[in-house]
């Protein structure tokens, strides 16, 4: 159906002309048509004219009837629906209001949450910050005390493997470090792991095996007041003389041989030694293997300072206190010049230029902490 513009509703509704009753109309057409017998066959035209405009005038005032009709009952329908619809808008409205006032109570309530996230989230960085330069604080302490007991063990176990752990753990925690103040810990780190991977590490086995060996000899070491071995020693080193057929030549070599026996000239280089009562060349031997002994004990405590020290004594008792000339005297002093070379290059390398670094880094970090 076309929509067609709605007209203006009248003040009134018009009421259709009165139609005249159809007995009214069928008596005055039976007359006519009884006149019409009695009359003449001629119509006269006006009359029929006059019907017809009768009928014309009758059909549009009934179609304008239905049309004023049609059109008064789509308007009632037309008005009706836009009653629904006015309601159904302020329904909608109203919802519309409601829906918005709700949503402005929750926009209000996300600001005020926005505004205490934005809150926490300023105290969290706060809170990182102070945790990360505690953590940079704390870290040079941590540090120095790993290194400290990586040394120790180092000491105690004759290995490097302590050291070389602690300083690679301390330049990787310093290379997650930002802090500038740890710059020269770093360097001293980098320098003492390269030290430390080229150290050579001991024979302590070996070095006391040697020892033990030195021990052994100890008590066949001829003293340097002892005439009889001397004299021994002296003829046993030259060839021997024939002995001669007759008796009496061979009674006059044995008395030249006591009688040389009973004096001897030579030339004293330590008079102490040559002073020395034979009873006291036990203590002297006892006194040098409690020497040895001692540095046996330093070696095995890696106390490579104090083993040095005890035979650097032995080696003066050594020469002091027993004869030089003899070869046992010189095999024991080789040896002892063999474990003094071991023992020179038996220290363990340390990490003083790390541990001065981490001191002064943590001297550093407290002055700051203090004028906070």
Avoid: C
């Avoid at 390398?349 to 670094?357: I, N, Y």
Wanted: hydrophobic fraction near 45%; avoid cysteine; aromatic fraction near 2%.
């Amino acid at each position: 159906m076309t929509s067609e513009p709605t007209p203006a509703l009248p003040p009134a509704p018009v009421a259709p002309p009165a139609l005249p009753a159809p007995e009214a109309v069928a008596q005055p057409e039976i007359a006519t048509l009884s006149s019409r017998a009695e009359r003449p066959a001629g119509v006269q035209p006006g009359l029929v004219a006059a019907w017809l405009l009768a009928a014309v005038g009758l059909t549009v005032s009934v179609l304008l009837w239905q049309k004023v009709a049609g059109m008064q009952e789509q308007l009632a329908r037309q008005a009706a629906e836009t009653g629904h619809q006015s309601v159904e808008a302020r329904t909608l409205a109203r919802q519309a209001e409601e829906s918005t006032r709700d949503m402005s109570g929750k926009v209000a309530a996300l600001e005020t949450k926005m505004a205490d996230m934005v809150a926490y989230r300023a105290q969290l960085d706060t809170l990182v910050q102070s945790v990360a330069r505690a953590r940079d604080e704390n870290l040079a302490v941590e540090l120095e005390a790993a290194v400290r007991m990586a040394q120790e063990q180092a000491q105690l176990t004759g290995s490097v493997e302590p050291l070389l752990a602690a300083l690679r753990t301390a330049e990787r925690r310093l290379a997650r470090s930002s802090d500038p103040r740890l710059a020269p810990v770093v360097r001293s780190v980098t320098r003492d792991l390269e030290r430390v991977k080229i150290a050579s590490i001991p024979d302590t086995a070996g070095l006391l095996s040697r020892i033990d060996q030195l021990l052994r000899q100890v008590d066949d070491l001829p003293a340097a007041n002892d005439v009889g071995r001397a004299s021994m020693g002296s003829g046993l080193r030259g060839t021997p003389a024939p002995l001669p057929e007759n008796w009496w030549a061979r009674l006059w070599h044995n008395v030249r041989a006591e009688a040389q026996g009973l004096l001897r000239v030579s030339r004293i280089e330590r008079p102490e030694a040559s002073m020395m009562a034979p009873e006291q060349v036990f203590f002297v031997r006892e006194n040098l293997k409690l020497r040895l002994q001692a540095a046996r004990l330093a070696i095995l405590a890696r106390q490579y300072e104090a083993a040095r020290a005890d035979l650097a004594a032995v080696s003066t008792a050594l020469g002091t206190w027993f004869d030089p000339a003899s070869r046992r005297t010189q095999g024991a002093a080789t040896l002892l010049q063999q474990i003094q070379a071991s023992t020179k290059s038996a220290d363990l390398p340390r990490v003083d230029d790390t541990l001065v670094a981490l001191g002064n880094a943590v001297a550093a970090t407290n002055a700051t902490a203090g004028e906070r």
